[in-house]
């Protein structure tokens, strides 16, 4: 009985890694910020490879201690985390458009801090910080499938959660680069010179959503 639940496990996690990457929390920061930093679609969706990486490492990790622990343990904590991730994001895109103001109203007034933006320009530490934000929002829909999967072989359990880890890296790593390719259509003077702005803006959006909505 237990190996027939194989397969409906396989298609629940690949339902669930690939639908709830879809939220643009999950997409839209990565591609904003690829585009006000230049980053090519290749790199941007690399990028994207190793936050989703931390995100479904997180989730499963997270779902492992529900076995260990109890369910309704890993459900709380991965709901406060979740709560957390959001206001994160907005604090992270708050941050990245007052930079992106600062930036740009030096260059548009002509002055010179190439010093001061290389010690403190975002792009930096950008890869690392939108990694540690994927890392602490984990996906706790997760936990109910390896619950089930508990019960079958560890074959088939590791099975079922490289699946789900598959299922979600590829589809964050698809949107990314699909956006990324979208926004580079987008040039000109302003949108240059405003780029990072936009970017913490709609970064800042998508994780008051984030809160408000709880995706």
């Known amino acids: ?66 076995l260990l622990t109890g369910r309704r343990v890993a459900l709380a904590l991965g709901g406060h985390i979740a709560a957390v991730s959001g206001l994160v994001l907005v604090a992270f895109g708050i941050g990245y458009a007052l930079w992106g103001m600062r930036h740009a109203v030096a260059h548009l007034h002509g002055h010179s801090h190439h010093h001061y933006d290389h010690v403190h320009d975002p792009s930096r530490a950008g890869v690392w910080t939108l990694f540690a934000i994927y890392c602490a929002d984990p996906c706790v829909a997760v936990i109910p499938i390896l619950f089930a999967a508990a019960s079958l072989s560890a074959t088939a359990t590791v099975a079922i959660v490289l699946v789900y880890e598959a299922a979600t890296i590829a589809t964050m790593v698809l949107l990314v680069a699909l956006a990324r390719a979208s926004a580079g259509l987008l040039r000109g003077r302003w949108t240059e010179h405003w780029a990072d702005s ?18």
């Open 198 to 215: 936009a970017a913490g803006a709609s970064i800042a959006a998508t994780g008051i959503a984030v809160a408000l909505l709880g995706w």
């Open 1 to 66: 009985m237990a190996a027939e639940l194989a397969v409906p496990l396989a298609l629940a996690a690949v339902s669930v890694g690939s639908l709830h990457a879809l939220a643009p929390d999950h997409w839209l920061p990565i591609a904003a910020v690829g585009r006000a930093r230049g980053w090519s679609t290749a790199r941007t969706a690399r990028v994207a490879l190793l936050c989703g990486a931390g995100h479904v490492t997180v989730s499963v990790l997270l779902g492992l201690l529900g």
